[in-house]
């Protein structure tokens, strides 16, 4: 079973910042938050991870709370094709590798 | 540098025929992991290996499902007997160590049963 919480469903206007939250409050230290998006069918796209402090990659940011048990991933200025469902995972530790999605997110960016 | 190239991407097969799909890692990329979709759900884990072992296959359905990754070549998804059950989308993702490192998915084998 995944272990985080995500809301359903959020909607965002084009050019705003989408702020999408992510609860994982059973989040043990040596776990990566990750964040995936898929785009209508396509593979699942890396979008960023870290462990404990904030990253910023050329696509989004991400937050994370000194107590490690929320996250927020930001998308600064989203776009039409930032439409997705967005997948807040965290990667079990040891040495299995996989990830576990839950039902993730269904951001809609509208004109 | 090529992604994950998943071949092929469309595959019909019949009732009780066998299905391949095929997986080739990014290069340098020695973990594969194999997801399925089914339609209108998530995406759920079947197996986890790096070259000639299975790491974990917890996801994988007890019968007709086996998976491999030889040392040579591409990493292989073989269901026997396929059913009408087994229509979805089967996605590959490889990564270059196991843990704290991303992986990175292909495009998809979308299996039709028929």
């Known amino acids: 079973d995944a272990k985080t919480t995500q809301p359903p469903s959020m909607d965002c206007a084009e050019g705003r910042a989408a702020n999408l939250p992510c609860n994982h409050s059973?989040?043990?230290?040596?776990?990566?938050v990750y964040w995936y998006r898929q785009i209508h069918s396509q593979g699942p796209q890396y979008i960023i991870h870290?462990?404990?402090n904030n990253e910023t990659n050329e696509m989004a940011s991400l937050i994370i709370t000194e107590d490690r048990k929320s996250s927020t991933l930001i998308l600064p200025h989203a776009t039409l094709r930032d439409t997705a469902v967005y997948y807040c995972?965290?990667?079990?530790?040891?040495?299995?590798?996989?990830?576990?999605f839950g039902q993730g997110t269904t951001l809609q960016v509208k004109p | 540098n090529a992604g994950v190239m998943q071949n092929p991407r469309h595959l019909v097969r019949r009732r009780g025929q066998e299905a391949r799909l095929r997986c080739s890692p990014m290069?340098?990329?020695?973990?594969v992991y194999w997801y399925r979709q089914l339609p209108e759900e998530g995406l759920k884990f079947m197996v986890y290996?790096?070259?000639?072992?299975?790491?974990?296959e917890s996801g994988m359905p007890k019968e007709r499902f086996s998976a491999e990754f030889p040392k040579e070549g591409p990493s292989i998804l073989r269901i026997q007997q396929v059913v009408r059950g087994d229509s979805a989308a089967y996605f590959c993702?490889?990564?270059?160590?196991?843990?704290?490192?991303?992986?990175?998915f292909g495009q998809g084998t979308r299996l039709t049963v028929v």
């Open positions: 993702a490889s990564s270059p160590t196991g843990q704290g490192s991303e992986a990175f």
């Open positions: 059973t989040i043990s230290g040596n776990e990566y």
């Open positions: 870290g462990l404990k």
């Open positions: 995972i965290v990667r079990p530790g040891g040495n299995t590798g996989k990830l576990i």
């Open positions: 290069k340098g990329h020695s973990h």
């Open positions: 290996l790096q070259k000639e072992n299975i790491i974990d």
